[in-house]
């Protein structure tokens, strides 16, 4: 079977040699190696192709455009180059629509329906495998807190799959909180069945009505770690916990083991000599790679009232 790199290739060596373009290494080397597909959209990276001022000096962008997309199918209608994250409080990406105008991507994962705005908001491929998992968890009847909800990455499959009564969504981003708006009523999620909180989950964040709470920030969530304990009911609960951890420094077995220690602490000082309680380590989970000798992590944490 031919790859889409190779069907690319053939399709823009006629179309250069229909606008008097003479194919060589550098054009070849221009091709890019690496994409995403996102429902009808073709995600490229800015940095690494189609960099050659030559390609649109001698061909209409359109017809560029519209040249490539073919050659990754035809459910392919538009193209957008994804830039590097911008440096500020939404981790904004930097997106360049280059064929096409909509900046909605729509994708269905998992029997989940997803939407969100390229140009505003994020979704990490990546994550596939922790949303998943996150579909898998029985929790029938409880009342979950999502400090870091996004457009609902995690909260959909806890709400979709997993039958949440109530999930408790904090959000500071108003295009992420518009995307988890549409992605609800997309799924047919009765209103009464969730509670979304725009603004800083520092001051957003209810207290004491948690079964459970997701922790789902990289590199580190450590900020709301105090927050998502006083979420939790006074019985206690489950917390979800993502992180990097360094291979070169510690095991995960270590990461998980300080993280513990330290909710554990958090827990206990926040409910001081009324309470005691007990953290433990349930599941440790591999994500993805995340750089040179680094992991995406998340441990799954129980704590207990004692006595």
């Known amino acids: 079977m031919t790859s889409p790199r190779a069907k690319l290739i053939n399709s823009l060596q006629i179309l250069c040699n229909e606008h008097g373009l003479i194919w060589d290494e550098q054009l070849s080397n221009d091709i890019p190696r690496k994409w995403r597909v996102h429902g009808d959209m073709l995600l490229l990276p800015s940095s690494r192709c189609f960099l050659d001022s030559r ?5 209409p962008s359109e017809q560029f455009w519209t040249t490539v997309a073919r050659a990754f199918g035809s459910s392919i209608k538009r193209i957008a180059f994804e830039g590097a994250i911008k440096n500020d409080d939404f981790r904004s990406p930097t997106t360049r629509l280059v064929l096409g105008n909509d900046p909605w991507i729509h994708l269905v994962e998992n029997g989940i329906k997803f939407s969100y705005n390229v140009d505003k908001s994020m979704f990490c491929a990546g994550n596939v495998t922790e949303r998943m998992r996150m579909g898998q968890v029985n929790c029938a009847n409880e009342i979950i ?9 995690f909260t959909l499959p806890f709400l979709v799959h997993g039958h949440a009564k109530h999930v408790y969504g904090c959000e500071w981003n108003p295009d992420s909180m518009e995307a988890l708006r549409r992605n609800l009523q997309a799924n047919y999620i009765d209103e009464d069945r969730y509670t979304l909180l725009l603004g800083d989950n520092q001051l957003t964040c209810p207290v004491g009505v948690a079964d459970r709470c997701n922790l789902g920030l990289i590199p580190s969530s450590e900020p709301s770690w105090t927050i998502a304990c006083r979420a939790l009911q006074s019985k206690g609960g489950r917390i979800h916990v993502h992180g990097v951890g360094n291979t070169k420094e510690e095991t995960h077995e270590q990461w998980s083991e ?21 953290c433990e380590i349930e599941h440790i989970e591999r994500v993805k790679p995340y750089g040179p000798h680094l992991d995406h992590l998340v441990v799954d944490l129980l704590l207990t009232k004692i006595c």
């Open 145 to 153: 807190v999502d400090l870091y909800v996004g457009v609902g990455y």
């Open 55 to 59: 390609w649109l000096n001698h061909i």
């Open 258 to 278: 300080k993280v513990r220690q330290r909710f554990e602490t958090i827990m206990n000082d926040i409910h001081q000599n009324q309470n005691t309680y007990q």
